[in-house]
T-cell receptor, first 115, second 112 residues
Framework: KAGVTQTPRYLIKTRGQQVTLSCSPISGHRSVSWYQQTPGQGLQFLFEYFSETQRNKGNFPGRFSGRQFSNSRSEMNVSTLELGDSALYLC??????????????FGEGSRLTVL | DAKTTQPPSMDCAEGRAANLPCNHSTISGNEYVYWYRQIHSQGPQYIIHGLKNNETNEMASLIITEDRKSSTLILPHATLRDTAVYYCIVRVSNFGNEKLTFGTGTRLTIIP
């Protein structure tokens, strides 16, 4: 079956702009988690959605937001982009909430560069 | 707020067993230990997880000490394709905000 799909794979934005990233989970998976990966901070948890509701949230400012649709597809949005937002954004899906399964399936990521 | 400690890097000869340690001295009784790896430019890949018993699957074995304060991931016959960053993680529970938190991992290099 198809894996986790993230779009776009690469994008370049300028400071102050906003960006929307999309994630299509594995069919049947109801949970989608988002992570930010940078060389200095490693993999950092952003938030997790399950059944269209945000269930868990990391320590990121309100500029980072997300949502999940009824088909479990998820989007995350970053507003008023800053240079420090340049990163690889990873989406992971799981059948149930991540902490109850431990097994996350990651996409290839969306690499965002902010100029 | 990662609760695990791993060496930043390790080398292992091809064909030998790679033993990757992880310290999780503050783990709670009901928290699982999970292992993932990330090959360059790819998303992390789940390897194995366990609570207190040793676990084995087709990829690796997980040995958890009796006091659960540390664990070791064992790749029995390392190949060049096992070169990756390996993450040992535990569930972080903070007033019901439970999440899987990754640390900085161990960069494992398999030497031909």
């Amino acid at each position: 079956k198809a894996g986790v799909t993230q779009t776009p794979r690469y994008l370049i934005k300028t400071r102050g702009q906003q960006v929307t990233l999309s994630c299509s989970p594995i069919s049947g998976h109801r949970s989608v988690s988002w992570y930010q990966q940078t060389p200095g901070q490693g993999l950092q948890f952003l938030f997790e959605y399950f059944s269209e509701t945000q269930r868990n949230k990391g320590n990121f400012p309100g500029r980072f937001s997300g949502r999940q649709f009824s088909n479990s597809r998820s989007e995350m949005n970053v507003s008023t982009l800053e240079l420090g937002d340049s990163a690889l954004y990873l989406c992971a899906s799981s059948l149930v909430l991540a902490v109850f399964t431990g097994e996350l399936f990651f996409g290839e990521g969306s690499r965002l560069t902010v100029l | 707020d990662a609760k695990t400690t791993q060496p930043p890097s390790m080398d292992c000869a091809e064909g030998r067993a790679a033993n990757l340690p992880c310290n999780h001295s503050t783990i709670s009784g009901n928290e699982y230990v999970y292992w993932y790896r990330q090959i360059h430019s790819q998303g992390p890949q789940y390897i194995i997880h366990g609570l207190k018993n040793n676990e084995t699957n087709e990829m690796a074995s997980l040995i958890i000490t009796e006091d659960r304060k540390s664990s070791t991931l064992i790749l029995p016959h390392a190949t060049l394709r096992d070169t990756a960053v390996y993450y040992c993680i535990v569930r972080v529970s903070n007033f019901g905000n439970e999440k899987l938190t990754f640390g900085t991992g161990t960069r494992l290099t398999i030497i031909p």
